[in-house]
């Protein structure tokens, strides 16, 4: 047995669900989890949804769909090596980005702003929204009705929300939590001021693996920067020295591949090394150990983190803020917003099956049904209705 394996998560002794149900002798809890996000339609739409480039740009950029995989498949690796349980990371890496708007960030931004009357957007609270209440799937309830466990990384998975008295901190210190979350923990306490499991902390970091190395490969293919460029950064720059080494004649998509997936590697190491490290200094024993520690078990070293900051500050100013990549995105956020405030001032423009209920009670409980339909749509939807509800050129073509 793995050295690990007594701080993972035990799927017989979860917490349970929200609403009881049977327990079945083929699946575990957390196999349960997995199996549910894979099915839900949340899940499907991120087939269409954007990581950094809009879906119509090309068909080998990353979407929400391929970079959920992608983490799961590396969340999955580092849970193995660690004896930790798989299929919980893999159930949290595969959900993480479900809240996710049209986009990407851009759309994210769109309706936050939208949304600054009527208590914000936050895609980590969309995605609770989306398990626990907009996903209509089953007689019994509303949502998935995840495991306990799940739930919990996928609210916790970067760290604590609140203090011990319920204080928010981290990002959330200044604004506060987001209603869908105070909302949710009345009836059901995920306990949102200890550090989440094993599991969840490398899911999060994880998709730190997946974006950091495959925002790389993105931005070279969409010739953003050139290969040449990362010589002197840390993390790529090594990468690409060992990748050269495989013999000067080597085609471009092969170098490229050969360099991003040592800079994976890379990352997975250090990951391995210092959680390893951690888990011999503090003594932890148990999952309940992993929460009580009060600061994260699973992390990189120092020196791997300083590296990841240095390769972001290049990704931001040669990939987020270029021009073309800001020019699309601007328009993304104008298209979001014309939406918003259509189906505010006329709710019959919704799609019949937003229509079929009554319309919710009071402006703010309205803006929330229409900030959830917008959240949901893919890119090409999102461009869709833009284009039947205005009598403007589309704003992309």
């Known amino acids: ?22 327990a079945e002798n083929i699946r575990s809890p957390f196999q349960r989890d997995r199996d549910r996000i ?36 590396i969340a999955r690796t580092l849970a193995r090596a660690l004896g930790l349980d798989e299929d919980l990371t893999e159930a949290l890496a595969l959900a993480h980005d479900l809240g996710h708007t049209p986009f990407g960030h851009a759309g994210e931004q769109a309706l936050d702003e939208c949304m600054k009357d009527y208590g914000g957007f936050d895609h980590n609270a969309q995605t609770l929204r989306i398990v626990t209440s907009l996903e209509r799937r089953y007689a019994a309830f509303d949502g998935l009705n995840l495991t306990w466990e799940t739930l919990e990384g996928l609210v916790k998975h970067n760290g604590p929300l609140t ?8 990002r959330y210190g200044d604004k506060g939590l987001p209603l869908a979350v105070r909302q949710y923990v009345r009836s059901h306490d ?24 495959h925002d790389v490969d993105d931005g070279l293919r969409a010739g953003l920067f050139d290969v040449i460029d990362l010589g002197d950064l840390p993390l790529a ?6 990748a050269l080494k495989l013999g000067g004649g080597l085609e471009r998509g092969r170098l490229v591949h050969e360099m991003v997936r040592r800079m994976i590697s890379a990352m997975v190491r250090d990951v391995l090394a210092r959680t390893r490290r951690n888990i011999g200094k503090t003594g932890v024993k148990d999952a309940a150990g992993v929460r009580s520690l009060g600061r994260p078990l699973v992390e990189f070293s120092a ?95």
Request: with cysteine; hydrophobic share 40%; aromatic share 8%.
């Open 237 to 242: 720059g090594p990468a690409l020295a060992d």
């Open 1 to 22: 047995m793995n050295e690990c394996a007594a701080i993972a998560c035990d799927p017989s002794h979860s917490r349970g669900r929200l609403h009881p149900e049977e």
């Open 163 to 170: 203090d011990e008295r319920g204080r928010p901190v981290g």
């Open 190 to 213: 995920l306990e949102l001021h200890s550090w989440p499991s094993a599991e969840a902390q490398v899911a999060a970091l994880a998709d730190d693996i997946a974006y950091n190395a």
């Open 303 to 397: 020196q791997m983190n300083e590296d990841m900051r240095v390769l972001q500050l290049f990704l931001k100013r040669n990939m987020y803020e270029h021009p073309r990549v800001r020019d699309v995105m601007g328009r993304a956020r104008r298209i979001l917003r014309d939406l918003f405030l259509a189906y505010m001032e006329d709710p019959a423009l919704l799609p019949g099956e937003w229509r079929d209920g009554a319309i919710p009670a009071g402006e703010a409980a309205q803006a929330r049904q229409v900030c959830d339909f917008i959240a949901g749509m893919t890119d090409q939807y999102a461009i869709m209705q833009h284009r039947k509800l205005f009598d403007l050129y589309p704003l992309f073509r």
């Open 38 to 73: 894979i099915h839900c339609s949340a899940f499907r739409r991120l087939k269409h949804k954007t990581q950094v480039f809009v879906a119509n740009e090309g068909d080998h950029y990353r979407t929400r769909l391929t970079h959920s995989l992608e983490v799961a498949q």
